[in-house]
């Protein structure tokens, strides 16, 4: 694995407050790829200040050996290895090992690892009495949430953090679970039996199985839909510091318990701006309708006035690619033609995409399809409801989510995350009694 660098005391950054003149040298750290950081952490010691970054487009929140995405090139790896390779060559299960542990791993090191996972697929059986408290129309992120947040109510056995053992078992657990779990949710949304995992399958015809087959009759993978969900997996298996992410972290960081924070980053990836972008896709392109009114939209993402946005373009990171749209791009085009689905939204997806990437507004901008812009085409055509997919993302993301997590938790000090703010509130003042108030 590529070695860390850090030369703290070699590089310095000079920071003057144009006010009194003063200067302060901080360090400077530097990265093996991207960008290096200012080491900012003495910095209110030395002059008082904070610094401000809402949305922390320029703050590195951590050090991490997982992921690294460069936005300009549009280059995502995991672990040193592309997303490229990883989608043509690997499974979602090697790159979860890969994830989790730093490396490759050998045939024998990933047969015990594959066999882990597939072993701890089933639920504890009061789980499924857990469902019955949801109405059946439930949002299924609304079902995600509440049911992986129960989950430390159920394995007590894996709960302390600071126990390797107990903190790998929750790791294989959250893994392995969270895909029964979401298909068992589908399912209980679609008024159907659960169907309890097997143990033959691979892991993505595991789930493809969980979720389709029906007990009265035996249901065959289609091999062309596996593969595409385990692609559609990896990529989305982790994405460095977005804000799911930072929300298992964050939340993490308290010492709260692994199956706590991966629910706290499955509410954190529900909205539109983030892993509910691929339910919004759909739900724009139905309601756009027909190619001739695709001018009306994109006249619509353009004006400042109208909150609407293209869903499925632009990226807070790459700015010229998003290289996972790319392979799933291809990826819809072999679904739909083994499918023999002649699907109207791909066709209008594709118009759409030509003509924002021909629009001056887009270009400048830099917006282009993201990988939530294909992949509701694949899922819709594969049979699944919009609602679902941001849940098949949690199911991915569950992976990087873990891995972060334990990576945090592994790092020598562990201190909790406490952000500052700029206050822009009263300043003090008294208490009026409410008789005296105007
Ligand atoms: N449609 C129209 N205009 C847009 C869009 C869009 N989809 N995205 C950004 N812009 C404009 C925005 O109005 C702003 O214009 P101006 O400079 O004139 O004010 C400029 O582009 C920069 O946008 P921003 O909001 O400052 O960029 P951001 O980095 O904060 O937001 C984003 C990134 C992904 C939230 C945003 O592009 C967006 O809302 N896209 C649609 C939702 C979407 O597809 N999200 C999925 C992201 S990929 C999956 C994941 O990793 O979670």
């Not at 596996?226 to 929300?247: C, G, P, R, V």
Request: with cysteine; charged share 25%; hydrophobic share 40%.
């Amino acid at each position: 694995m590529a070695k860390e660098q850090e030369h703290v005391d070699e590089k310095t950054f000079t920071l003057t407050n144009d006010q009194t003149g003063e200067s302060v040298r901080l360090p400077v750290k530097d990265g093996t790829c991207g960008p290096s950081v200012i080491d900012i952490r003495s910095l209110y010691a030395q002059t008082g200040h904070f610094t401000f970054d809402p949305s922390f487009t320029a703050t590195g929140s951590c050090k991490s050996r997982l992921t690294y995405i460069d936005g300009e090139e549009g280059l995502l790896m995991h672990r040193g290895y592309t997303i490229e390779e990883l989608t043509e060559q690997s499974s979602f299960l090697e790159v979860a090992y890969l994830l989790l542990y730093g490396d490759l791993p050998s045939e024998s090191d990933f047969k015990a690892f594959e066999r882990n996972i597939t072993y701890h697929t089933m639920v504890h059986e009061q789980i499924n009495y857990f469902y019955r408290g949801f109405r059946r129309d439930a949002h299924p992120m609304a079902v995600m949430c509440g049911i992986v947040g129960a989950l430390s109510a159920f394995y007590h056995d894996s709960l302390d953090i600071w126990d390797p053992q107990q903190r790998e078992v929750s790791a294989h657990r959250l893994i392995a679970k969270i895909p029964t779990l979401a298909a068992m949710t589908y399912k209980y949304t679609m008024g159907q039996p659960f169907m309890y995992p097997r143990n033959d399958l691979s892991f993505s015809e595991n789930f493809l199985y969980m979720c389709f087959a029906l007990p009265p009759e035996p249901y065959k993978v289609n091999p062309v839909l596996a593969n595409a969900m385990d692609k559609i997996f990896i990529l989305h298996a982790d994405h460095e510091q977005n804000a799911s992410t930072s929300t298992v972290r964050l939340a993490g960081s308290s010492q709260a318990n692994p199956f706590a924070c991966i629910a706290s980053g499955i509410a954190s990836l529900w909205g539109p701006s983030h892993g509910g972008a691929n339910q919004a896709v759909l739900e724009m392109l139905s309601e756009i309708g027909t190619k001739d009114r695709i001018p009306e939209f994109i006249a619509r993402a353009k004006d400042k006035d109208d909150p609407f946005r293209l869903m499925g373009f632009g990226h807070r990171v790459y700015k010229n690619r998003d290289p996972r749209a790319e392979v799933l791009k291809s990826s819809a085009h072999e679904v739909l033609a083994d499918l023999g689905v002649n699907d109207p939204m791909l066709e209008m997806a594709m118009e759409l995409e030509k003509i924002a990437l021909e629009d001056e507004y887009f270009i400048e901008r830099k917006l282009f399809p993201n990988v939530d812009f294909y992949s509701g085409i694949i899922l819709r055509a594969m049979g699944f409801p919009t609602s679902m997919f941001t849940v098949l993302f949690a199911v991915a993301r569950t992976v990087g989510w873990i891995s972060q997590w334990k990576e945090m938790i592994e790092e020598p000090a562990l201190k909790i995350g406490r952000p500052r703010q700029l206050y822009i509130g009263p300043q003090k003042r008294p208490y009026i009694p409410m008789k005296d108030r105007k």
